[in-house]
């Protein structure tokens, strides 16, 4: 996907009002060249399309693309091949870097919890934890790695937390205030213990997130929910023990570190002369 306001905001702080004075400076105006967006690390490619928005928006018509989302890359692969003006490569370089190298980190990530579950039923699924203005790519980045989205707002579904059942009262109370208002919406429910896991079955919810429960009390709740809700654990999650809590039963893996703590995947810009 391509997010075209977010690549003009983008370009136009990098510019900040001016020119790219190296460029200008040093670059013939009439200089043309051809330049290789290379992977530096294997990893899980997201954001293709976003790069190449970023050399259309700066003038450059003459991109191919030779990966697409969702595709593992290994050292020296070329991802994309752009000819055309020197000084529009150069201002599109490090912009178009940042967005590729960014969800393509978060794909990787992503792709490397799958794995650690693999054999399992249970899906990693990611978090409102998003940069903000950034949550369609990078929860697309998520999908390219083979998670799966949570909400991806909160008008999406109704996710009743402990203030929300403080506010209102009682989990009992946030539930029936949810369902009055909102008839149509999926509702999901945060549990702290087993007792409270027993006390929400009843209302009937959409799904039940097991917050920092240990892998023992998973095991619990699956067997306490038989099958009347979907399950879902959050926190105290790791590579390490992913496998380990994905095969207690439940349904999802909610990892927001997925988004937030993915680190960037090595791209860089190889010129080559015309």
Same mark, same amino acid.
């Given at each position: 996907?391509?997010?075209?306001?977010?690549?003009?905001?983008?370009?136009?702080?990098?510019?900040?009002?001016?020119?790219?004075?190296?460029?200008?400076?040093?670059?013939?105006?009439?200089?043309?060249?051809?330049?290789?967006?290379?992977?530096?690390?294997?990893?899980?490619? $997201?954001?293709?399309?976003?790069?190449? &928005?970023?050399?259309?928006?700066?003038? +450059? *018509? %003459?991109?191919? !693309?030779?990966?697409?989302?969702?595709?593992?890359?290994?050292?020296?692969?070329?991802?994309?091949?752009?000819?055309?003006?020197?000084?529009?490569?150069?201002?599109?370089?490090?912009?178009?870097?940042?967005?590729?190298?960014?969800?393509?980190?978060?794909?990787?990530?992503?792709?490397?919890?799958?794995?650690?579950?693999?054999?399992?039923?249970?899906?990693?699924?990611?978090?409102?934890?998003?940069?903000?203005?950034?949550?369609?790519?990078?929860? $697309?980045?998520?999908?390219?790695?083979? &998670?799966?989205?949570?909400?991806?707002? +909160? *008008? %999406?579904?109704? !996710?009743?937390?402990?203030?929300?059942?403080?506010?209102?009262?009682?989990?009992?109370?946030?539930?029936?205030?949810?369902?009055?208002?909102?008839?149509?919406?999926?509702?999901?429910?945060?549990?702290?213990?087993?007792?409270?896991?027993?006390?929400?079955?009843?209302?009937?919810?959409?799904?039940?997130?097991?917050?920092?429960?240990?892998?023992?009390?998973?095991?619990?709740?699956?067997?306490?929910?038989?099958?009347?809700?979907?399950?879902?654990?959050?926190?105290?999650?790791?590579?390490?023990?992913?496998?380990?809590?994905?095969?207690?039963?439940?349904?999802? !893996?909610?990892?927001?570190?997925?988004?937030?703590?993915?680190?960037?995947?090595?791209?860089?810009?190889?010129?080559?002369?015309?």
């Amino acid at each position: 996907m391509i997010d075209r306001n977010l690549i003009k905001r983008a370009i136009a702080e990098d510019l900040a009002g001016g020119e790219d004075i190296t460029s200008v400076a040093t670059v013939a105006q009439s200089s043309q060249i051809v330049a290789d967006f290379v992977a530096r690390k294997s990893g899980v490619i $997201a954001g293709i399309e976003m790069a190449q &928005g970023v050399l259309e928006e700066v003038g +450059l *018509s %003459d991109i191919k !693309l030779f990966v697409h989302d969702g595709e593992n890359v290994s050292v020296g692969k070329v991802l994309l091949t752009v000819r055309g003006d020197t000084r529009a490569i150069l201002l599109a370089e490090r912009t178009a870097l940042n967005f590729l190298g960014h969800l393509s980190g978060i794909a990787t990530l992503t792709r490397t919890w799958v794995d650690a579950i693999d054999g399992t039923s249970c899906k990693i699924r990611d978090t409102r934890k998003t940069t903000p203005g950034m949550r369609l790519l990078e929860k $697309a980045a998520v999908t390219a790695g083979g &998670g799966t989205n949570h909400r991806l707002s +909160l *008008s %999406d579904a109704s !996710l009743i937390k402990d203030n929300h059942i403080a506010a209102a009262g009682s989990v009992t109370a946030a539930f029936m205030k949810v369902r009055e208002r909102y008839p149509n919406s999926e509702i999901e429910i945060e549990v702290d213990t087993l007792e409270q896991l027993q006390e929400v079955l009843p209302l009937k919810p959409d799904l039940v997130l097991l917050d920092n429960m240990s892998i023992e009390e998973c095991k619990q709740a699956v067997a306490i929910s038989n099958g009347a809700t979907k399950l879902e654990a959050s926190g105290g999650l790791s590579i390490e023990n992913a496998k380990a809590y994905a095969m207690t039963g439940v349904d999802y !893996l909610a990892v927001g570190a997925i988004t937030h703590s993915a680190p960037n995947l090595d791209i860089g810009l190889d010129f080559r002369e015309v």
